[in-house]
Protein backbone atom coordinates (compact mmCIF):
# COMPACT_ATOMS: atom_id res chain seq x y z
CA UNK A 1 0.00 0.00 0.00
CA UNK A 2 1.24 3.51 -0.81
CA UNK A 3 2.09 5.43 2.42
CA UNK A 4 -0.44 7.06 4.54
CA UNK A 5 -0.19 11.32 4.05
CA UNK A 6 -1.46 13.21 6.94
CA UNK A 7 -3.66 15.18 6.26
CA UNK A 8 -3.68 19.36 6.07
CA UNK A 9 -5.00 21.17 8.45
CA UNK A 10 -8.32 22.63 7.64
CA UNK A 11 -10.32 26.08 7.70
CA UNK A 12 -12.85 26.28 9.53
CA UNK A 13 -16.50 25.32 7.06
CA UNK A 14 -19.59 27.23 7.81
CA UNK A 15 -22.28 25.16 7.91
CA UNK A 16 -26.06 25.74 8.59
CA UNK A 17 -26.86 26.34 12.03
CA UNK A 18 -30.21 24.54 11.55
CA UNK A 19 -29.31 21.14 10.99
CA UNK A 20 -25.63 20.83 12.02
CA UNK A 21 -24.73 18.14 9.37
CA UNK A 22 -21.42 18.79 8.77
CA UNK A 23 -18.11 19.43 10.98
CA UNK A 24 -14.42 20.23 9.98
CA UNK A 25 -12.87 18.88 13.28
CA UNK A 26 -14.99 15.99 14.25
CA UNK A 27 -17.17 17.47 16.76
CA UNK A 28 -21.14 16.53 17.54
CA UNK A 29 -22.56 15.20 13.92
CA UNK A 30 -26.41 14.96 13.25
CA UNK A 31 -28.07 13.75 10.20
CA UNK A 32 -31.09 15.25 9.50
CA UNK A 33 -34.31 14.08 9.43
CA UNK A 34 -35.54 12.83 5.50
CA UNK A 35 -35.37 15.65 3.13
CA UNK A 36 -33.07 17.96 5.11
CA UNK A 37 -28.96 18.71 4.77
CA UNK A 38 -26.79 20.83 6.26
CA UNK A 39 -25.11 23.68 3.98
CA UNK A 40 -21.48 24.32 2.90
CA UNK A 41 -19.75 24.83 0.06
CA UNK A 42 -16.19 25.24 -1.43
CA UNK A 43 -13.28 27.34 -0.53
CA UNK A 44 -13.76 29.34 -3.90
CA UNK A 45 -17.61 29.17 -3.41
CA UNK A 46 -18.18 27.01 -6.81
CA UNK A 47 -20.45 23.99 -5.90
CA UNK A 48 -18.23 20.71 -5.42
CA UNK A 49 -18.99 18.34 -7.96
CA UNK A 50 -18.32 14.57 -6.33
CA UNK A 51 -19.05 11.35 -8.20
CA UNK A 52 -19.26 8.36 -5.45
CA UNK A 53 -18.99 4.63 -6.61
CA UNK A 54 -21.21 2.02 -5.06
CA UNK A 55 -20.69 -1.71 -5.25
CA UNK A 56 -23.54 -3.68 -4.77
CA UNK A 57 -24.77 -7.52 -4.54
CA UNK A 58 -27.88 -6.23 -7.02
CA UNK A 59 -28.36 -9.56 -9.00
CA UNK A 60 -28.50 -13.07 -7.97
CA UNK A 61 -29.63 -15.25 -4.70
CA UNK A 62 -28.96 -12.29 -2.03
CA UNK A 63 -29.79 -9.10 -4.54
CA UNK A 64 -32.32 -8.14 -1.54
CA UNK A 65 -29.79 -6.80 0.25
CA UNK A 66 -28.34 -4.69 -2.44
CA UNK A 67 -31.78 -3.61 -3.80
CA UNK A 68 -32.12 -1.95 -0.20
CA UNK A 69 -29.04 -0.64 -0.23
CA UNK A 70 -29.54 1.06 -3.87
CA UNK A 71 -33.06 2.42 -3.08
CA UNK A 72 -31.24 3.68 0.92
CA UNK A 73 -28.82 5.83 -1.32
CA UNK A 74 -31.08 6.46 -4.13
CA UNK A 75 -33.33 8.06 -1.55
CA UNK A 76 -30.79 10.30 0.18
CA UNK A 77 -29.22 11.48 -2.56
CA UNK A 78 -32.56 13.37 -3.69
CA UNK A 79 -32.50 14.78 -0.40
CA UNK A 80 -29.03 15.32 -0.02
CA UNK A 81 -28.77 17.48 -3.76
CA UNK A 82 -31.61 19.20 -2.93
CA UNK A 83 -31.09 20.66 0.16
CA UNK A 84 -26.98 21.49 -0.65
CA UNK A 85 -28.12 23.00 -4.19
CA UNK A 86 -25.47 25.35 -5.46
CA UNK A 87 -22.63 24.20 -2.48
CA UNK A 88 -22.50 20.35 -3.35
CA UNK A 89 -23.49 17.92 -5.85
CA UNK A 90 -23.71 14.28 -5.12
CA UNK A 91 -23.44 11.59 -8.77
CA UNK A 92 -23.57 7.58 -7.79
CA UNK A 93 -22.19 5.59 -10.17
CA UNK A 94 -23.73 1.71 -9.64
CA UNK A 95 -21.71 -1.31 -10.64
CA UNK A 96 -23.32 -4.72 -9.38
CA UNK A 97 -21.05 -7.73 -7.81
CA UNK A 98 -23.51 -9.73 -8.19
CA UNK A 99 -22.37 -10.97 -4.73
CA UNK A 100 -18.55 -12.59 -6.09
CA UNK A 101 -15.33 -11.56 -5.24
CA UNK A 102 -14.09 -10.80 -8.61
CA UNK A 103 -17.00 -8.97 -9.80
CA UNK A 104 -16.79 -6.27 -6.52
CA UNK A 105 -12.59 -6.08 -8.14
CA UNK A 106 -13.66 -5.35 -11.30
CA UNK A 107 -16.43 -2.96 -10.11
CA UNK A 108 -13.86 -1.31 -7.97
CA UNK A 109 -11.05 -1.33 -10.56
CA UNK A 110 -13.36 0.15 -12.76
CA UNK A 111 -14.91 2.97 -10.54
CA UNK A 112 -11.45 4.16 -9.61
CA UNK A 113 -9.60 3.87 -12.40
CA UNK A 114 -12.65 4.96 -15.22
CA UNK A 115 -14.97 6.65 -13.39
CA UNK A 116 -12.41 8.66 -10.79
CA UNK A 117 -14.90 8.33 -8.17
CA UNK A 118 -13.98 10.29 -4.65
CA UNK A 119 -14.77 7.09 -2.90
CA UNK A 120 -17.02 4.34 -3.11
CA UNK A 121 -19.34 2.63 -0.99
CA UNK A 122 -19.68 -1.02 -0.97
CA UNK A 123 -19.74 -3.86 -1.63
CA UNK A 124 -22.15 -5.54 0.29
CA UNK A 125 -20.72 -9.12 1.38
CA UNK A 126 -17.86 -9.32 3.34
CA UNK A 127 -16.09 -11.79 1.55
CA UNK A 128 -16.32 -9.34 -1.68
CA UNK A 129 -14.95 -6.29 0.58
CA UNK A 130 -12.24 -8.47 2.01
CA UNK A 131 -11.21 -9.33 -1.99
CA UNK A 132 -12.09 -5.87 -3.05
CA UNK A 133 -11.22 -3.38 -0.12
CA UNK A 134 -7.83 -3.74 -0.21
CA UNK A 135 -7.12 -2.74 -4.04
CA UNK A 136 -9.71 0.60 -2.96
CA UNK A 137 -6.45 0.72 -0.09
CA UNK A 138 -3.31 0.87 -2.46
CA UNK A 139 -5.17 3.17 -4.66
CA UNK A 140 -6.07 5.76 -1.36
CA UNK A 141 -9.77 5.90 -2.05
CA UNK A 142 -11.81 5.98 0.69
CA UNK A 143 -14.03 2.46 0.92
CA UNK A 144 -17.53 2.52 3.14
CA UNK A 145 -18.80 -0.77 4.21
CA UNK A 146 -22.60 -0.45 4.94
CA UNK A 147 -23.25 -4.07 5.59
CA UNK A 148 -19.66 -5.88 6.62
CA UNK A 149 -19.93 -7.20 9.72
CA UNK A 150 -16.81 -9.79 9.69
CA UNK A 151 -14.01 -9.28 11.95
CA UNK A 152 -11.37 -7.36 10.39
CA UNK A 153 -12.66 -5.03 8.46
CA UNK A 154 -10.76 -2.60 9.14
CA UNK A 155 -7.60 -3.93 9.03
CA UNK A 156 -7.13 -4.14 5.02
CA UNK A 157 -6.13 -0.59 5.89
CA UNK A 158 -6.25 3.43 6.40
CA UNK A 159 -8.93 3.74 4.02
CA UNK A 160 -11.39 1.48 4.88
CA UNK A 161 -14.35 2.41 6.84
CA UNK A 162 -17.85 0.95 7.49
CA UNK A 163 -21.05 1.76 9.15
CA UNK A 164 -22.51 -1.74 10.21
CA UNK A 165 -22.13 -2.97 13.36
CA UNK A 166 -19.55 -5.74 13.63
CA UNK A 167 -21.26 -8.78 14.31
CA UNK A 168 -19.06 -9.37 17.31
CA UNK A 169 -21.78 -6.67 18.61
CA UNK A 170 -24.76 -7.46 17.60
CA UNK A 171 -24.62 -11.46 18.06
CA UNK A 172 -23.56 -11.37 22.22
CA UNK A 173 -26.37 -8.24 22.59
CA UNK A 174 -29.38 -11.39 20.96
CA UNK A 175 -27.85 -14.30 22.83
CA UNK A 176 -27.88 -12.61 26.01
CA UNK A 177 -31.32 -11.06 25.61
CA UNK A 178 -32.55 -14.77 24.49
CA UNK A 179 -30.57 -16.40 27.52
CA UNK A 180 -32.28 -14.15 29.93
CA UNK A 181 -35.57 -14.15 28.73
CA UNK A 182 -36.24 -17.68 27.68
CA UNK A 183 -34.21 -19.19 29.31
CA UNK A 184 -31.71 -21.03 27.51
CA UNK A 185 -29.21 -23.73 28.56
CA UNK A 186 -28.38 -25.82 25.70
CA UNK A 187 -28.10 -24.98 22.00
CA UNK A 188 -27.28 -26.31 18.56
CA UNK A 189 -25.43 -24.13 15.67
CA UNK A 190 -25.76 -24.46 12.12
CA UNK A 191 -23.95 -22.25 9.29
CA UNK A 192 -22.97 -21.45 5.95
CA UNK A 193 -19.27 -22.91 5.02
CA UNK A 194 -18.49 -21.15 2.19
CA UNK A 195 -18.76 -17.40 2.65
CA UNK A 196 -16.93 -15.15 4.98
CA UNK A 197 -19.80 -13.87 6.90
CA UNK A 198 -20.94 -17.07 8.03
CA UNK A 199 -18.29 -18.46 9.27
CA UNK A 200 -17.63 -15.37 11.46
CA UNK A 201 -21.15 -15.24 12.32
CA UNK A 202 -20.84 -18.80 13.53
CA UNK A 203 -17.16 -18.09 15.55
CA UNK A 204 -19.14 -15.53 17.27
CA UNK A 205 -22.00 -17.49 18.26
CA UNK A 206 -19.86 -20.38 19.27
CA UNK A 207 -17.57 -18.22 21.78
CA UNK A 208 -20.28 -16.26 22.88
CA UNK A 209 -22.31 -19.44 23.76
CA UNK A 210 -19.40 -20.88 25.63
CA UNK A 211 -18.97 -17.52 27.48
CA UNK A 212 -22.36 -17.92 28.67
CA UNK A 213 -21.98 -21.30 29.94
CA UNK A 214 -24.25 -22.89 27.79
CA UNK A 215 -23.73 -26.55 26.27
CA UNK A 216 -23.30 -26.78 22.68
CA UNK A 217 -25.45 -29.99 21.77
CA UNK A 218 -24.42 -30.30 18.25
CA UNK A 219 -23.04 -28.70 15.12
CA UNK A 220 -24.26 -28.52 11.27
CA UNK A 221 -22.69 -26.75 8.20
CA UNK A 222 -24.36 -26.48 4.33
CA UNK A 223 -23.57 -24.06 1.24
CA UNK A 224 -25.07 -21.59 -0.42
CA UNK A 225 -27.23 -22.66 -3.12
CA UNK A 226 -28.52 -25.79 -0.66
CA UNK A 227 -32.08 -26.29 -0.73
CA UNK A 228 -32.21 -29.47 1.70
CA UNK A 229 -31.23 -29.04 4.89
CA UNK A 230 -33.38 -31.70 6.63
CA UNK A 231 -30.37 -34.45 7.23
CA UNK A 232 -27.96 -31.50 8.96
CA UNK A 233 -31.55 -30.29 10.88
CA UNK A 234 -32.85 -34.14 11.72
CA UNK A 235 -29.49 -34.59 13.45
CA UNK A 236 -29.18 -31.63 15.72
CA UNK A 237 -33.12 -32.07 16.14
CA UNK A 238 -31.99 -35.18 18.18
CA UNK A 239 -29.59 -33.41 20.52
CA UNK A 240 -32.47 -31.57 21.94
CA UNK A 241 -31.31 -28.24 21.96
CA UNK A 242 -33.06 -25.03 23.65
CA UNK A 243 -32.05 -22.95 20.80
CA UNK A 244 -30.53 -22.95 17.30
CA UNK A 245 -28.15 -20.46 16.04
CA UNK A 246 -28.01 -20.08 12.82
CA UNK A 247 -25.60 -17.53 10.42
CA UNK A 248 -26.27 -17.56 7.24
CA UNK A 249 -27.43 -15.23 4.18
CA UNK A 250 -31.23 -14.59 3.81
CA UNK A 251 -32.27 -17.05 1.20
CA UNK A 252 -30.76 -20.02 3.06
CA UNK A 253 -30.92 -18.90 6.24
CA UNK A 254 -34.72 -18.82 5.80
CA UNK A 255 -35.22 -21.96 4.38
CA UNK A 256 -33.07 -23.46 7.56
CA UNK A 257 -35.38 -21.64 9.78
CA UNK A 258 -38.57 -22.98 7.78
CA UNK A 259 -37.51 -26.75 7.26
CA UNK A 260 -36.66 -26.70 11.12
CA UNK A 261 -39.94 -25.80 12.18
CA UNK A 262 -41.47 -28.36 9.43
CA UNK A 263 -39.27 -31.18 11.60
CA UNK A 264 -40.87 -30.11 14.70
CA UNK A 265 -38.60 -28.25 16.24
CA UNK A 266 -40.11 -25.66 18.47
CA UNK A 267 -37.37 -24.10 20.40
CA UNK A 268 -35.92 -20.86 20.28
CA UNK A 269 -33.85 -19.61 16.84
CA UNK A 270 -31.65 -16.76 16.29
CA UNK A 271 -30.05 -15.37 13.71
CA UNK A 272 -27.17 -13.24 12.78
CA UNK A 273 -27.67 -10.28 11.07
CA UNK A 274 -28.22 -11.50 7.61
CA UNK A 275 -31.30 -12.17 8.68
CA UNK A 276 -32.86 -8.17 8.68
CA UNK A 277 -34.38 -8.18 5.27
CA UNK A 278 -38.06 -8.32 4.77
CA UNK A 279 -37.23 -11.59 2.21
CA UNK A 280 -37.16 -13.73 5.36
CA UNK A 281 -40.87 -13.30 5.94
CA UNK A 282 -41.58 -14.52 2.00
CA UNK A 283 -39.46 -17.44 2.05
CA UNK A 284 -39.85 -18.50 5.67
CA UNK A 285 -43.52 -17.55 6.16
CA UNK A 286 -45.02 -18.04 9.75
CA UNK A 287 -42.12 -20.42 10.50
CA UNK A 288 -39.89 -16.94 10.89
CA UNK A 289 -42.25 -16.27 14.03
CA UNK A 290 -40.48 -15.79 17.09
CA UNK A 291 -36.92 -15.74 15.14
CA UNK A 292 -34.45 -13.42 17.17
CA UNK A 293 -31.97 -11.03 15.55
CA UNK A 294 -29.88 -8.01 16.52
CA UNK A 295 -30.39 -5.21 14.25
CA UNK A 296 -28.96 -1.56 14.38
CA UNK A 297 -32.14 -0.41 12.85
CA UNK A 298 -35.97 -1.03 13.41
CA UNK A 299 -38.30 0.85 11.39
CA UNK A 300 -40.98 0.65 14.57
CA UNK A 301 -38.66 2.45 16.54
CA UNK A 302 -40.55 5.06 18.28
CA UNK A 303 -37.98 8.20 17.39
CA UNK A 304 -38.66 11.25 15.45
CA UNK A 305 -35.85 10.67 12.75
CA UNK A 306 -36.47 7.10 12.33
CA UNK A 307 -40.27 7.72 11.31
CA UNK A 308 -39.31 10.78 8.98
CA UNK A 309 -37.32 8.45 7.30
CA UNK A 310 -39.47 5.29 6.57
CA UNK A 311 -42.77 7.66 5.79
CA UNK A 312 -40.19 9.08 2.96
CA UNK A 313 -39.14 5.60 2.41
CA UNK A 314 -43.00 4.26 1.84
CA UNK A 315 -44.09 7.15 0.24
CA UNK A 316 -41.58 6.53 -2.66
CA UNK A 317 -41.07 2.35 -2.68
CA UNK A 318 -43.87 1.79 -1.08
CA UNK A 319 -42.82 -0.34 1.58
CA UNK A 320 -40.61 -0.02 4.90
CA UNK A 321 -37.15 -0.08 4.77
CA UNK A 322 -34.69 -2.48 6.44
CA UNK A 323 -31.29 -2.51 8.13
CA UNK A 324 -29.58 -2.89 4.33
CA UNK A 325 -31.58 0.69 3.26
CA UNK A 326 -31.47 2.44 6.52
CA UNK A 327 -27.64 1.99 6.80
CA UNK A 328 -26.65 2.84 3.30
CA UNK A 329 -28.93 6.27 3.37
CA UNK A 330 -26.89 6.97 6.65
CA UNK A 331 -23.96 6.27 4.56
CA UNK A 332 -24.51 9.18 1.82
CA UNK A 333 -25.44 11.57 4.70
CA UNK A 334 -21.66 11.19 6.36
CA UNK A 335 -20.20 11.32 2.87
CA UNK A 336 -22.17 14.65 2.25
CA UNK A 337 -20.62 15.80 5.63
CA UNK A 338 -17.45 15.32 5.23
CA UNK A 339 -17.34 16.61 1.81
CA UNK A 340 -18.62 19.71 3.12
CA UNK A 341 -15.91 19.95 5.58
CA UNK A 342 -13.74 18.87 2.74
CA UNK A 343 -14.45 21.86 0.85
CA UNK A 344 -13.79 19.77 -2.24
CA UNK A 345 -13.84 16.21 -3.96
CA UNK A 346 -10.60 14.97 -2.72
CA UNK A 347 -10.51 11.54 -2.03
CA UNK A 348 -7.20 12.41 0.75
CA UNK A 349 -9.05 15.20 1.90
CA UNK A 350 -12.24 13.40 2.12
CA UNK A 351 -10.50 9.95 4.36
CA UNK A 352 -9.42 12.76 6.88
CA UNK A 353 -12.78 13.79 7.35
CA UNK A 354 -14.55 10.24 7.96
CA UNK A 355 -11.86 9.00 10.13
CA UNK A 356 -12.75 11.88 12.29
CA UNK A 357 -16.38 11.30 12.55
CA UNK A 358 -17.84 11.59 16.27
CA UNK A 359 -21.74 11.25 17.68
CA UNK A 360 -23.23 11.03 14.30
CA UNK A 361 -27.25 10.91 15.07
CA UNK A 362 -28.59 8.69 11.67
CA UNK A 363 -31.50 6.35 11.25
CA UNK A 364 -29.19 3.73 12.25
CA UNK A 365 -28.42 5.29 15.50
CA UNK A 366 -25.87 7.39 17.05
CA UNK A 367 -22.16 6.51 15.00
CA UNK A 368 -18.87 7.82 16.23
CA UNK A 369 -15.55 5.48 14.80
CA UNK A 370 -13.01 4.41 16.83
CA UNK A 371 -9.22 4.18 16.01
CA UNK A 372 -9.25 1.74 13.61
CA UNK A 373 -12.54 3.43 12.08
CA UNK A 374 -15.06 0.48 13.09
CA UNK A 375 -18.19 2.10 14.29
CA UNK A 376 -18.95 2.09 17.60
CA UNK A 377 -22.82 2.11 18.42
CA UNK A 378 -25.60 -0.04 20.07
CA UNK A 379 -27.65 -2.76 18.21
CA UNK A 380 -31.08 -3.01 18.76
CA UNK A 381 -32.82 -6.80 19.65
CA UNK A 382 -35.60 -7.58 17.10
CA UNK A 383 -38.44 -10.73 17.05
CA UNK A 384 -40.29 -11.62 14.57
CA UNK A 385 -44.05 -11.45 15.33
CA UNK A 386 -46.74 -11.40 12.41
CA UNK A 387 -44.29 -10.68 9.35
CA UNK A 388 -42.40 -7.93 10.95
CA UNK A 389 -39.22 -7.75 13.37
CA UNK A 390 -40.51 -5.59 16.55
CA UNK A 391 -38.32 -4.73 19.64
CA UNK A 392 -37.76 -8.11 21.42
CA UNK A 393 -39.09 -6.80 25.50
Not at 246 to 272: D, N
Request: proline share 3%.
Amino acid sequence: MKGFHLMRSLAAISLGAVLMVGCSSGGNTTAPAAGESGSGQAADGQEIQAKIGVVGFLSGSGAAYGEAQKAGLELALGELNEANKGKLKIELKFEDSAGEKEGAINAVNKLINQDNVVAIIGPTLSGEMFAAGPVANEAETPIFGISNTSEGINDIGEYVFRNSLPESIAIPTAMKAAVEKNGLKKVALIHASNDDFSVNGYKVMKATAEKLGLEITGEATFANGDVDFSAQLTKLKQTNPDALLVSALYKEGSMVVKKARELGFTGTILGGNGFNNPKVFEIAGSAAEGLIVATPFSPEKKDDKVQAFVKAFEAKYNKKPDQFAAQAYDSLYIMSQSLLAAGKADREELRGQLAQLKDFTGVSGKLSFDEKRNPIGDAVVVVAKEGKFVPFE
